[in-house]
């Protein structure tokens, strides 16, 4: 069989068979046609333009929350509906009211602060949310308050003590608190579970805690 670089030697001799050159030609042809659309399709696919309108408006959210610290967003399956956001460095969270629909949020090691956390009290479907590494203090935890469904809360590592237990207390829809490397005590994590019952909670002072939800 010949090949595209066989037809481009053949060219170089002299004298060239008609029904050689032509046979040639159409491989050279069929070759560069080939290249031709590969090309044009991956112009084709860069282009914002070829986007479906789904995948615009993912987009333009993930651009959004990008600027606001994020390095990951995630959307329900097959939607362009906004669930989970990571941040690493938190710039502003001013705007953050823009997606209600947020249910994880994720600042593990970031820069996030006690401020920061008062814009999360407009997004009431926030479910799980990672402090872990932060420099979070007592006076973040009593704004978390007013976030309703907070189902699960990390405070590894914060700057989190007992002064939080009565905010902790307060939250209606918390199951579980993530609290070792703290300084909440002994006694704190005693009578936050005294407060509330129903609530497991992680800490070096609990052997044995009760399976997480």
Same mark, same amino acid.
């Not at 949020?105 to 009431?124: K, Y």
């Given at each position: 069989?010949?090949?595209?670089?066989?037809?481009?030697?053949?060219?170089?001799?002299?004298?060239?068979?008609?029904?050689?050159?032509?046979?040639?030609?159409?491989?050279?042809?069929?070759?560069?046609?080939?290249?031709?659309?590969?090309?044009?399709?991956?112009?084709?696919?860069?282009?914002?333009?070829?986007?479906?309108?789904?995948?615009?408006?993912?987009?333009?959210?993930?651009?959004?929350?990008?600027?606001?610290?994020?390095?990951?967003?995630?959307?329900?399956?097959?939607?362009?509906?906004?669930?989970?956001?990571?941040?690493?460095?938190?710039?502003?969270?001013?705007?953050?009211?823009?997606?209600?629909?947020?249910?994880?949020?994720?600042?593990?090691?970031?820069?996030?602060?006690?401020?920061?956390?008062?814009?999360?009290?407009?997004? $009431? =479907?926030?479910?799980?949310?990672? &402090?872990? %590494? /932060?420099? +979070? !203090? *007592?006076?973040?935890?009593?704004? @978390? #308050?007013?976030? $309703? =469904?907070?189902?699960?809360?990390? &405070?590894? %590592? /914060?700057? +989190? !003590? *007992?002064?939080?237990?009565?905010? @902790? #207390?307060?939250?209606?829809?918390?199951?579980?608190?993530?609290?070792?490397? /703290?300084?909440? !005590?002994?006694?704190?994590?005693?009578? @936050?579970?005294?407060?509330?019952?129903?609530?497991?909670?992680?800490?070096?002072?609990?052997?044995?805690?009760?399976?997480?939800?």
């Amino acid at each position: 069989m010949v090949s595209f670089f066989d037809c481009l030697q053949v060219f170089r001799r002299r004298p060239v068979i008609a029904t050689v050159r032509r046979t040639c030609m159409n491989l050279i042809s069929l070759n560069f046609g080939l290249i031709a659309i590969v090309v044009l399709t991956l112009v084709i696919g860069c282009n914002p333009n070829a986007l479906t309108p789904d995948e615009r408006i993912r987009q333009n959210i993930t651009s959004d929350l990008e600027q606001m610290g994020a390095y990951y967003v995630g959307f329900e399956e097959d939607t362009s509906i906004p669930d989970a956001a990571f941040f690493v460095n938190v710039k502003s969270l001013d705007g953050i009211k823009r997606y209600p629909t947020l249910t994880h949020l994720d600042f593990t090691d970031s820069n996030v602060s006690d401020h920061d956390l008062r814009e999360l009290i407009s997004l $009431p =479907n926030v479910f799980y949310l990672e &402090l872990d %590494g /932060t420099k +979070v !203090s *007592d006076v973040g935890i009593d704004t @978390l #308050a007013a976030i $309703p =469904n907070l189902n699960v809360v990390d &405070l590894n %590592g /914060t700057l +989190v !003590s *007992d002064a939080s237990v009565p905010s @902790l #207390a307060k939250i209606r829809g918390l199951q579980g608190v993530v609290a070792e490397s /703290t300084n909440l !005590s002994e006694l704190g994590v005693r009578e @936050l579970m005294r407060l509330r019952p129903e609530i497991w909670v992680k800490h070096e002072s609990i052997l044995d805690p009760p399976d997480e939800p």
